[in-house]
């Protein structure tokens, strides 16, 4: 049942880029009605991942242009499209990567929504979150428990989705060692929950400096890669059960790899074209293995956005407002963001 029914069509601002490799520039934008099983949303905070450089340098297939990017969006629903069921005016929702499934493709069908053949991703499949208002389907929709500020809501429909799912899923259990390399956006959050699912864990970052925070982020111990000789560390720790390669570095989850135990994973987070090197002999004996995981769907959210609730892991951010958007984009890119980048819209 749709509950706003006016024809005159609805503005918001918009920080969008209008070429692969342009700059950020925020206009006014028209968004339309939500279709039937869609809504409509305000967007209070969208948080800047490094896979929007992605988009705005057009380094996914065809990524539409002008663009305006952005798939870790907080906010409110402010208007349900016909069919919408289960929600309401006014619900504070979050809308990651995983921005709809079509429930027809053969994934779907099998129930494994997260590799819908048509999965949207915002930004991608529709118009993304650097802006003050959103629509989308229903089944992007996830619940943002009280506990959360939209801003730190934000950041958790990716990196915290991401770092939590793969951890949950992975092979390790309470007391197992496992490694998280990489101490930025994903890594910070992988370090959170690797402590509070009960795994000994183990932050590795470059430089001796990131040691106290890694132990602030709940780690048992730190390893700087800088020093050298990852893997015989780990193996001196027993090895480890999983190494959560939050880092967009082949190179530094291929000198991983033997750090691992029997049975251990390598599990890939960090996206980057390069290749990563490992021999069949890395693997046979230990019967190690190399994977990788995407995001979450829209009830992973608001699972990982529950147990954060419950055991405290938060999103470090640092936010600034949407005008400033060229900005906080630059930090993020330049690895200086302390954890995560957030827009907020003051709405
Ligand atoms: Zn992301
Ligand atoms: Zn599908």
Redesign the pocket.
């Known amino acids: 049942m749709s509950t706003e029914t006016f024809a005159k069509p609805l503005t918001v601002r918009a920080a969008q880029v209008t070429e692969p490799g342009g700059r950020f520039s925020v206009v006014e934008r028209e968004l339309p009605e939500p279709q039937p099983g869609h809504v409509r949303l305000t967007v209070e905070a969208c948080g800047v991942c490094r896979s929007d450089a992605g988009f705005v340098n057009a380094g996914f297939p065809n990524v539409p242009f002008p663009l305006v990017t952005g798939h870790e969006i907080a906010g409110r629903v402010e208007a349900l499209g016909d069919g919408v069921e289960g929600w309401d005016v006014g619900d504070r929702v979050a809308v990651g990567w995983f921005g709809g499934?079509?429930?027809?493709?053969l994934?779907?069908r099998q129930g494994d929504f997260i590799h819908?053949?048509?999965?949207q991703v915002p930004g991608w499949a529709y118009p993304g979150g650097y802006a003050e208002g959103v629509v989308v389907p229903v089944s992007a929709l996830a619940r943002i428990p009280d506990e959360f500020s939209a801003a730190e809501a934000a950041p958790m429909g990716c990196a915290g989705v991401t770092t939590f799912n793969s951890l949950r899923h992975s092979a390790a259990g309470p007391g197992d060692l496992v490694a998280v390399l990489g101490l930025g956006g994903l890594g910070h959050l992988g370090v959170q929950f690797a402590g509070k699912l009960g795994f000994e864990t183990v932050a590795v970052a470059r430089g001796a400096d990131k040691a106290d925070a890694a132990k602030n982020f709940g780690a048992h111990h730190y390893i700087d890669s800088n020093a050298g000789d990852v893997a015989g560390r780990l193996q001196a720790l027993g090895g480890a059960k999983v190494v959560l390669a939050t880092a967009a570095s082949s190179d530094a989850m291929s000198a991983a790899i033997d750090g691992l135990g029997n049975n251990g994973e390598l599990i890939v987070l960090g996206a980057t074209p390069e290749p990563i090197q490992v021999s069949p002999f890395q693997l046979i004996s230990s019967s190690r293995t190399v994977h990788g995981h995407p995001s979450g769907t829209a009830r992973d959210v608001e699972e990982t956005l529950h147990f954060a609730a419950l055991t405290g892991v938060r999103p470090l951010i640092e936010t600034r407002p949407l005008d400033d958007v060229a900005a906080a984009y630059d930090r993020m890119m330049s690895g200086d963001a302390r954890y995560r980048m957030v827009l907020t819209t003051g709405r």
């Not at 499934?101 to 493709?105: E, M, V, Y």
């Not at 819908?116 to 999965?119: E, K, V």
């Open positions: 499934n079509c429930g027809t493709c994934p779907c819908c053949a048509r999965m």
